[in-house]
């Protein structure tokens, strides 16, 4: 065999060996050792210790110290999944969970980025619950991590709820909070909102819903309960029925209560409604506003979804 087909081999063969201890590190479930690496695929120390340099210096993995002065190692591959859907592009980050959604591929990849990169940065649950919102409901209804903040956890009247995987729902009741290494479910919001925050939530005139239903000027502040989205890939688990109990015990204390959810062909909040006995109040067909990018209609054409307002605790 001639040196040019041995070199040819040896290519061919550290590019298996490259490829296996890729394949490794992102099947592990935590940083490996070089040591167990070797031991996995039949490699002598010396031989994986110069793969991962390589693979180090590409910036594929990355170098982290063990117990005892040992080196470990963990893969920086990200596996993103894409998804069109609805006229829009849904996209999901397997390394963390986080998601988000979009009209177009570019502007999807630029969105999981921005989110992706809050979470590096700190904002880890304020980001996921961001996503959540931008994918469930809408990316014109998702408030930003500092409008968290500042409408959710910092009012005491406002309250915002999240599932967090492996311990259930918690409430984030300090703008730190939005940065806890959480893995966030699903979330939802309630409060109590005066007359102005009531109606700048609406998608339809105050005045023409104060005229439709039992609500009247003294009930202001009003209980509400605002938001609620799961996890796309978490739904039907029980996650919606766990933040509705935790925010409803709340509200219960303050009637009478109003919600407004849209009438899509996911209906797994109207069920919610009905299985707190709410009181349908009206309904307002095609109610979105005119450049809502609805998840459901597509992101191209108008919302066609319907409003339903439910209440509970009306004399």
Not at 7 to 12: E, L, S
Not at 18 to 26: F, P, S, T
Not at 131 to 150: H, K, N, Q, R
């Amino acid at each position: 065999m001639s040196s040019r087909h041995r070199h040819v081999g040896d290519v061919g063969s550290a590019d298996r060996l490259r490829e296996a201890v890729q394949g490794m590190l992102a099947r592990a479930s935590g940083p490996v050792s070089t040591e167990e690496i070797s031991a996995m695929l039949a490699a002598t120390s010396e031989t994986i210790d110069a793969v991962l340099s390589e693979l180090e210096a590409d910036g594929d993995v990355t170098r982290l110290p063990g117990k005892d002065g040992d080196i470990q190692w963990r893969t920086e591959t990200t596996t993103v999944r894409l998804t069109h859907e609805a006229n829009s592009y849904h996209i999901q980050d397997d390394v963390t969970g986080v998601v988000t959604r979009a009209a177009t591929r570019p502007e999807s990849l630029r969105r999981l980025a921005e989110r992706l990169e809050q979470y590096e940065s700190g904002r880890t649950a304020g980001a996921q619950i961001v996503g959540i919102s931008e994918t469930e409901l809408s990316p014109d209804y998702a408030p930003t991590v500092a409008e968290l903040a500042t409408r959710y956890v910092e009012p005491d009247d406002r309250h915002l709820y999240v599932y967090v995987e492996g311990e259930g729902v918690r409430e984030l009741t300090d703008p730190t909070h939005l940065n806890r290494e959480y893995t966030v479910l699903g979330f939802s919001v309630t409060g109590l909102f005066d007359r102005a925050s009531f109606a700048d939530a609406l998608p339809v005139s105050l005045d023409e819903l104060l005229a439709r239903t039992p609500i009247r000027e003294e009930h202001f502040p009003l209980g509400m309960y605002k938001l609620i989205a799961v996890h796309p890939e978490h739904q039907g688990q029980g996650i919606g029925a766990a933040l509705a109990t935790h925010a409803m015990a709340y509200l219960a204390e303050h009637p009478p209560v109003v919600s407004m959810m849209w009438k899509r062909e996911n209906d797994g909040n109207l069920k919610l409604a009905d299985d707190y006995g709410a009181e349908v109040l009206t309904e307002f067909e095609e109610t979105s506003p005119s450049k809502w990018q609805c998840p459901e209609c597509g992101f191209d054409t108008a919302c066609t979804c319907s409003s339903v307002f439910f209440g509970w605790g009306f004399e």
